[in-house]
């Protein structure tokens, strides 16, 4: 059994994301994103890889969608409009109420402003949303009988999720885009230790490593701080969901706390309506965030009012929220002409501009003057601030994921390259986990491991939980006593835990682990014992016989004081009496000699463990040594143990050298 | 009732009883009956022992005998004398494997939890049931709940310094590193927490090894699934490691203590916030850690690490682990969501750079980012630690980070803004750029908010103080500034007091460098004494301040005097050190009169001129042109009365009252000569002059309290009075004047003799002559306001006649030292009384203290109303009293005449009110409307005091008196501060109050 992975998108590149992966005999596509770089059928992923016959509801199992951003969900109403999938898709909540204005912005722009032939229309999307399944936060959803898929928090932006599938006892982690350190407006990823077979991340920084976000806010403050400070105008391109509220909600903090009074302007439209969302959808936003929303709500932007294009060449310092964020087009390439031109002005780029967009321009070297195109141009003399804030994790924050969640496997996507090669060399070598990065359309096939399940008895679960004390038990009763508790204890933490138990495999049964105390009665048989013996002389002196009156009184006073089970003295057997007076000074000599205070008496004998020790009464006792010159001043102790108690044989040979005085 | 419960509950539970919900129901009464705070000893003790005898009978019954075994925990818990019964019921369901001996257990766990250590032997006893075996055996049992209630019992009696003497510290420990490994994690967790408990009940006094075992447990339990048991896990890795810490001794840095650093930086990213949290607080606890490692924590990126140190092995246990996994955990830290986090993390931040200075440095940059966190806590906290950085002279302000900081002063909350100006005090700034950045943000900052001048003062008083090069070279670039601006530039502005703050403290801890600060500067600074007086907040009193910005400017002085030629001679005035409380200040008088100027230049200006005519008086007054005089004397006063009225400046109200006395002195003085020389020296009216001389020697004692040694010279019977006064005054006879001593002669000589002989009296006069004498410091005004509250012209006060009345003072003394003795007098016609005011009741300092207080009045006439004199006296010290009993009537001590401050009371009925005449009071300069209106005889004035009227009042009022209400609208319009108008009218025609008794 295996899980197999086919990348339809985001194989070595950004753009597009879209991974199926099948496992267990079903199969879910994660994400289906359009590429933003391409107009022609590269722009959406190639489906048919997944069905030739194009009956796509057999061959999927379920569609889950990550966040809204249209490289992960694009390509989503023309897969089930057009190619018509009907199957079960999943989002969460703020995915679905956000992704339909990013898919119909987007409409919007391809269609009615480049005048391109539309690949799906506005009630596609309205229809293809319909069918989307909400998705709550570490809630598990059976999506059929085998799969179970559950979605937990990952930063980047409103309701983006990582998402947990499992079929059987195959496990994986598709990430998504995230972000290990939580931003203004969203908390950082959080997911539980899994046991995972495969881990899906992104790799968009897969060299990177970022320094604190404090000081990417400080540059960003500063530089536009600075510019309407001089009187400038500020244009910061924005995509209108995620980003522009960070920002927003960052300036707004500043302004308020600075006391500043230059108007912030938000380009109207998709940017209003979001905002809307964002209000709404609280609960998913970061914890300071959530905390003062009680009080007010952070999307509530004090500084922050609607710009009117009149207001373009109006006079004096704003600053000003436009759309598209790579100047690609819209109102911010409006806003750029106007304001380009005058030095005294400031435009702030996103982290990253796709090819061919006039941020990208902008962004490598600082061109005089941008061609708009064969007759147009502007001059470009305003100052250019790149912001560096990003949603992504950084290389650190991948490996402090794959690190944490420690799968078996992992396979990089939405990344570059020779970044992700290297990325895949450093999971390689410092985890020592699989990793692969496969390109677009390849199919990768990862083999999992085999699990077997077994039953376990009640009573080998409690016998794991108590075994470490049966040790302290012991130690407490062992004749090293006085010695080094601290190397016991020692002992004892450095020990690793191991439960024993025994195995059973019963015919047509599932496997059993039991408790070695049950398996007898489960196997119905008798236990047997083997036991070392050995009849031990020892050298009694001045035995008087005494008179019984005056031996059973004596006895008496003396098992009250030092034998602890009475039950002896039920026996009026003189022979007993006898003998346990016996062991009453044969204990005394041994606690002596061997500084021992743990030897017990039980009714007839001497017990350590499972030593024991007793007067011998049978004339010719087999363990006996034969010895010449054995006189009558001998008595016979019998002494026996187990195999395991074998340390204690050096009793015998202190027994040996015993010469017990009677007194009696 | 009681009885018949208790009977039905021993039926229900006796040995036959086979109904067992019976029983049940019979554990509620007996709750109840327990619980019951009525029910008596017996009740409860026939209740416990039913219990008790019905467990023996009824041990199958399980589901009772867990709920009676809880009723009996509760039981002891609720009567101490129960314990030994209970627990005797209790001990045998301690054996055997079952799930009762959890509640056993738990029932003697509330009896040692209710023993709480006072003597009790709850716990004695619970021990003697519970030895060393039957906890092991009960510890090991295979029921997850007996387990988790014994373990509680040991955590808990461990956490209480309570130990199980049936087995010492080894077994226990034993037994909690065992049950740390327990199935269950609240098990672990306990167990957890139970080492940490015994390891803290040791104190230090335990194995390494065994710590070592204890770590080895807790690194394990670090990745453990339950956030709970990693939790602890975290507090017992921080534990040990203080212990690793202190057994290491004072060595640099121990590898163990590497591990522990790296070990808590993985559990500073856990998923759990509170694991994280508690691993920063740990992390600010560990010490005596290598110095890459650290570094390593500030950074993300894997330090190259020279000469294989990259790996550290842990001594106890063969694991490897890597120092890079403590990469850039605090700056993971400090990004934390959450804000709690965030601050432990900047706390610990701080903690750690005591150990290395290069860890400090690299530290601040992150705390610096930190400044600007949305969380007001967390910049609280990290200026916090900034400041803890500066206290360990760890802290080195980049140029870089300046910018970042000066921002904070202008953050909206005032705490965050007052922080960083503290820690602005700390700081060493780099250099003269940052520096003056540093100062134009403190002036912005001011401007924003001047109600936090002293604090920003007292930070440019320390930013200077500590940066003297800097402020010194910023000194010489205002000076230049100012001479440049031709005086353009206004010299009374926030900007420039907060910069001669800054300029004057560069060279205030070290006069030699005083040169370096350009002497002008310490001129200008001179008005702004107050200010920074105030400011320092008691490190410099405003006196040494100004004399010391004086003693600076000297040099400058000359200059100024020439453009402003202000001598103030006042004649006659001696400086009195010790008296005057002055003996800090120098004697340089010119400097003085410049701080007047710059104070507030014209009135002081127009004070001086009045004051200059004054002396010019004097030659004329030796001619004895005592009209001339007189009139050149009263336009000098009613100048000073105009000057009054226009200043509200409080500080020249000292001295407006101290010129104003000494010109009504001067004045009598006058008189006395007029009424006394040549022609009919023999046939002067004895009466006429006694009054004039009482009333000299009442101003004189005035103008003591102003704290200004006066030597006028007086020509009468009380010469001797005055003579001692004077000699009181200068210290001894040797200091007298020629003059003071030939009338001191003159005066033994015998009075009558002075009299008669009117060469003597010449010659006196020839000997006198005003001394000019100049002198230093301010003006000390010891006075009192004495101010009845709820009496008002409109409704004054009521009162039944003959019996006593209450009367609410509200008595403000300014100046009065704690060994002045005040009484508040109430006169009514000429019968006083006296009332000792204890100063202790006084809330406030020397300079201001008040008090409000109700004053019985005994002597309400039997009259409509009457007028109630309440006024202020002090006790002079070394008076002869024989001399003085006049004012003292009779009573042995005396009350000095002069009173500090008196106020008249009208006291009528109801249908005397609309009679708005006020009674006279004392007018106290400055607060009053200037009299150049009214009067042109200045003496017999008469005061009224209209609080609260309208316009229209005071017409119809003036209207009455006679006045033609005109000239009086000219001033009106200026109510003083208490929304009250004052007004001095002429008493042309002596108006008598017209209800007084």
């Known amino acids: 059994m295996g899980i197999e992975c086919l990348v339809l998108g985001a194989g070595q590149e950004v753009g597009k994301s879209c991974v199926v992966v099948s496992m267990g005999g079903k199969r879910i596509m994660f994400d289906c994103g359009m590429h933003m770089g391409y107009l022609d059928n590269r722009r959406f992923p190639d489906f048919s890889l997944i069905s030739k016959t194009g009956d796509f509801d057999s061959a999927l199992t379920c569609v889950v969608i990550t966040h809204f951003h249209l490289d992960h969900v694009g ?24 992704a339909p204005l990013m898919l119909e912005d987007y409409r919007k722009v391809m269609v009615d402003r480049r005048g391109e032939e539309e690949q799906f229309t506005y009630d596609h999307i309205m229809e293809c949303l319909k069918k989307v399944t909400p998705l709550d936060l570490k809630q598990t959803v059976q999506v059929d009988k085998d799969l179970e898929i559950r979605a937990y928090y990952a930063g980047h932006v409103l309701g983006a999720a990582m998402i947990y599938a499992k079929v059987g ?191 990208h321009k902008l962004m490598s070297g600082k061109p005089t003057r941008i061609d708009l195109d064969k007759d147009t141009y502007v001059d470009v003399r305003c100052q250019i601030h790149q912001l560096s804030f990003s949603p992504h994790t950084d290389s650190k924050g991948i490996m402090d994921l794959v690190e944490y969640l420690s799968p078996k496997h992992v396979i990089l996507v939405h990344g570059e390259k020779p970044k992700m090669a290297m990325l895949k060399e450093r999971i390689q070598s410092e985890l020592g986990i699989q990793c ?87 196997l119905g048989v008798k236990e047997h014992q083997v036991r070392f013996a050995f009849c031990c002389p020892v050298e009694v002196t001045r035995m008087e016989p005494l008179s019984d009156e005056a031996n059973t009184t004596l006895c008496h006073v003396n098992s009250i004081m030092k034998v602890y089970v009475p039950r002896c003295l039920v026996t009026e057997d003189r022979l007993t009496t006898a003998n346990n007076t016996l062991l009453d000074i044969l204990l005394s000599e041994l606690e002596t000699r061997t500084e021992c205070k743990n030897i017990q008496i039980a009714s007839d004998s001497l017990q350590l463990h499972t030593f024991h020790v007793r007067v011998c009464s049978t004339e010719h006792c087999s363990y006996r040594k034969k010895e010449n010159g054995v006189g009558e001043s001998v008595v016979y102790f019998c002494c026996s143990w187990s195999p395991c108690d074998d340390r204690l044989r050096c009793l015998c040979v202190v027994l040996e050298l015993f010469k017990i005085r009677n007194e009696y | 009732m009681e009885r018949a419960l208790l009977e039905r509950l021993q039926r229900r539970l006796s040995p036959g009883a086979a109904d067992a919900r019976g029983r049940i129901q019979a554990l509620y009464s007996a709750r109840s009956l327990i619980g019951n705070p009525d029910s008596t000893e017996s009740t409860r003790r026939s209740v416990v022992d039913a219990l008790v005898a019905s467990l023996r009978h009824h041990q199958d019954d399980a589901a009772f005998v867990h709920h009676a075994l809880k009723l009996l925990g509760d039981a002891a818990v609720l009567c101490r004398p129960f314990t030994h019964s209970v627990v005797a019921a209790v001990r045998p369901f301690l054996d055997g494997g079952h799930s009762l001996t959890a509640d056993a257990v738990a029932a003697l766990s509330s009896v040692a939890e209710a023993d709480n250590g006072s003597g009790g032997e709850g716990f004695s006893l619970v021990a003697s049931a519970l030895d060393g075996d039957r906890i092991l055996s009960l510890a090991s049992s295979p029921i997850v709940a007996v387990r988790s209630q014994v373990l509680d019992l040991l955590v808990r009696s461990m956490e209480r310094g309570r130990f199980w003497d049936s087995f010492g ?371 410099v009193d405003q006196d040494s301040l100004l004399v010391y910005l004086c003693s600076h400017s000297k040099k400058i002085h000359k200059i100024c005097t020439s453009l402003m030629p202000i001598h103030i001679a006042i004649s006659d005035i001696t400086c009195k050190r010790n008296v005057l409380d002055f003996s800090e200040i120098l004697t340089c008088s010119e400097q003085t009169q410049e701080k007047c100027v710059f104070l507030n230049e014209e009135t002081m200006q127009s004070i001086k001129l009045n004051l200059e005519t004054v002396r010019k008086t004097w030659p004329l007054m030796k001619s004895h042109c005592t009209q001339v005089v007189q009139n050149m004397l009263r336009a000098c006063k009613e100048e000073l009365e105009t000057i009054a009225w226009n200043a509200d400046d409080g500080a020249a109200s000292s001295f407006l009252d101290f010129a104003a006395l000494y010109i009504q002195v001067i004045q009598l003085v006058n008189e006395i000569l007029g009424k006394s020389l040549p022609k009919k020296s023999c046939s002067i009216g004895m009466t006429v002059l006694d009054v004039i001389v009482e009333r000299l020697d009442m101003n004189l004692r005035r103008l003591r309290l102003l704290e200004i040694g006066v030597s006028p010279q007086p020509i009468l019977a009380r010469l001797t009075s005055t003579i001692s006064r004077l000699e009181f005054l200068c ?267």
């Not at chain 1, 601290?486 to 015919?507: F, P, Q, S, W």
């Not at chain 2, 980049?398 to 700081?427: E, P, T, V, Y």
């Open chain 2, 169 to 539: 510290h080894h077994t226990t420990i034993q037994v909690f590193l065992g049950l740390a490994m327990d199935l269950y994690p609240l098990v672990r967790k306990r167990a957890v927490d139970g080492i940490i408990a015994v390891l803290r009940a040791a104190a230090g006094d335990v194995d390494r090894l065994i710590v070592e075992c204890c770590y080895d447990r807790a690194v394990v339990l670090l990745k453990d699934e339950e956030k709970l048991v990693r939790l602890a896990a975290v507090k017992l890795i921080s534990e040990c490691g203080e212990l690793f810490a202190a057994s290491q001794g004072e060595t640099e840095h121990s590898e163990q203590m590497d591990v522990v650093f790296v070990q808590l930086c993985l559990m500073a990213r856990d998923m759990c916030m509170k694991v994280r949290f508690e691993a920063f607080i740990a992390l600010g606890k560990v010490r005596l850690v290598h110095e890459t490692v650290l570094l390593q924590s500030l950074s993300k990126k894997i330090l190259g690490i020279k000469s294989g140190k990259a790996i550290v092995e842990c001594p106890a246990k063969v694991t490897k682990i890597s120092l890079s996994s403590a990469a850039g955990a605090f700056v993971h830290g400090i990004e934390d969501e959450f804000c709690e986090v965030r601050e432990a993390a900047c706390r610990s931040l701080g903690m750690l750079t005591i150990f290395s200075v290069k860890f400090a440095y690299e530290a601040t940059n992150l705390l610096m980012d930190m400044l600007n966190d949305d969380t007001e806590m967390v910049r609280l906290q990290t200026l916090q630690t900034l400041s803890h950085m500066a206290n360990y002279d760890r802290l080195t302000m980049q140029d870089k980070h300046m910018q970042m900081f000066l921002g904070l002063l202008a953050d909206i909350s005032a705490s965050i803004r007052c922080l960083a100006r503290k820690l602005l005090q700390l700081m060493k700034l780099p250099d003269f750029v940052s520096f003056r950045d540093t100062i134009d943000c403190l002036i912005s900052n001011l401007e924003a908010f001047p109600e936090e001048e002293e604090d920003i003062f007292f930070v440019l008083f320390s930013v200077g103080k500590r940066h003297k090069n800097f402020s010194t070279k910023l000194a010489k670039e205002f000076a230049k500034e100012i001479d440049l601006s031709c005086g353009e530039l206004i010299l009374d502005s926030n900007e420039v007091a907060a910069k001669l703050v800054l300029f004057i403290s560069s060279s205030f801890s070290n006069g030699q460098r005083a040169t370096d600060i350009p002497m002008a500067l310490y001129s200008y600074a001179v008005p702004f004494s107050g200010r920074f007086a105030r400011a320092l907040r008691g490190a």
């Open chain 1, 75 to 98: 390509a989503l109403p023309y897969f089930t409009e057009v190619c018509g999938y009907h199957g079960p898709i999943y989002m969460t909540y703020p995915t679905k109420a956000l």
């Open chain 1, 436 to 522: 692969y990065y496969p390109a677009n359309n390849e199919k990768l096939l990862i083999s999992t491991t085999q699990n077997v399940k077994i039953d376990v008895t009640k009573k080998f679960i409690r016998s794991c939980s108590s075994a470490m004390l049966s040790n302290v038990k012991n130690s407490l009763l062992s004749i090293s006593d006085s010695g080094s508790k601290d190397n016991e204890i020692i002992k004892l933490a450095r020990e690793d835990t191991t439960a024993e138990g025994i195995l059973l495999m019963e015919k047509t049964k599932t496997a059993k682990l039991i408790h070695g105390n049950e398996l007898l009665h489960t």
């Open chain 2, 731 to 997: 210290e001894g006879p040797s200091n007298l004047s020629d003059f003071a001593k030939e009338v001191k002669h003159a005066c033994t000589e015998g009075t009558a003799a002075l009299f008669s002989n009117t060469y003597v009296f010449r010659k006196l006069l020839e000997l006198f002559y005003p001394e000019q004498i100049t002198f230093t410091g301010r003006f000390k005004q010891k006075k009192a306001e004495v101010l009845v509250i709820g009496n008002d012209s409109e409704n004054p006060l009521t009162f039944v006649s003959g019996l006593p009345v209450g009367i609410f003072f509200r008595i403000t003394l300014y100046e009065i030292l704690n060994i002045d003795r005040l009484w508040l007098l109430l006169a009514v016609g000429g019968s006083i009384q006296y009332v000792f005011l204890d100063l202790s009741q006084f809330e406030g300092c020397d300079a201001v203290r008040s008090c409000t207080l109700i004053v019985p009045f005994h002597g309400t006439p039997k009259a409509t109303s009457f007028l109630l004199r309440a006024s202020i006296g002090i006790e002079c010290p070394s008076e002869d009293v024989t001399n003085h009993s006049k004012a003292g009537a009779g009573s042995r001590f005396y009350i000095s005449a002069y009173v500090l401050y008196g106020k008249e009371q009208f006291f009528l009925m109801k249908n005397f009110a609309n009679l708005v005449i006020m009674p006279r009071i004392q007018y106290r300069l400055g607060d009053v409307l200037s009299m150049t209106i009214f009067s042109t005889s200045s003496f017999n004035k008469l005061g009224v005091h209209l609080s609260n009227f309208s316009n229209s009042h005071l017409e119809n009022l003036l209207h009455r008196l006679g006045y033609d209400s005109t000239p009086f609208f000219g001033t009106m319009d200026k109510p003083s501060q208490e929304g009250s108008v004052s007004a001095y009218c002429a008493q042309s025609p002596p108006l008598t109050p017209p209800s007084q008794v």
């Open chain 1, 169 to 359: 006892e195959s496990t994986i982690v598709y990430t998504g885009d995230y972000n290990m350190t939580p931003d203004r407006h969203l908390g950082a990823a959080h997911i539980d230790r899994l046991q995972l077979d495969l881990l899906i991340t992104e790799s968009t920084y897969a060299t990177t490593i970022r320094d604190s976000k404090y000081a990417r806010e400080r540059e960003f403050l500063r530089a536009i701080h600075k510019c309407v400070a001089g009187g400038g105008k500020v244009l910061i391109p924005t995509f209108a969901l995620g980003r522009a509220q960070e920002l927003c909600i960052l300036l707004d903090d500043y302004w308020e706390r600075m006391n500043l009074k230059v108007p912030i302007y938000f380009s109207a439209g998709l940017t209003i309506q979001a905002n809307m969302y964002y209000k709404m959808l609280i609960g998913w936003t970061s914890q300071k965030i959530k905390e003062t929303s009680s009080v007010r709500n952070t999307f509530d932007f004090k500084h922050v009012c609607p710009f009117d294009r009149s207001l373009i060449n109006a006079p004096g310092p704003c600053v000003l929220f436009a759309t598209p964020g790579m100047i690609s087009g819209g109102f911010s390439l409006e806003v750029f002409k106007q304001w380009a031109p005058s030095e005294l002005n400031l435009v702030t780029l996103p982290g990253y501009c796709v090819a061919g967009t006039i941020g």
